[in-house]
């Protein structure tokens, strides 16, 4: 399942690279897409349903990032 999500922090190539990564990590996420335009924008694959918590809680292994989802 893929949803649509904003994650507010990004601002170049290495910090897509820095939060592709620590996302990738968690077990039920098959593929993080994350873009410079729109700036944060991000698609992310799951095999399960993850809370927004849960992926916050993946994120706050690295400093200044938050993640919101986008109603589609």
Known sequence: MKQKFQINGISCG???????KTLEE?????KAEIFL?????????MDEALSVADLQKQ???LNGYTIIEINQ
């Open 14 to 20: 290495g910090c897509i690279a820095r939060v592709k």
């Open 59 to 61: 994120l706050d292994r």
């Open 26 to 30: 968690h077990p039920n996420i098959e």
């Open 37 to 45: 335009a729109p700036k944060g924008a991000a698609l992310i694959t």
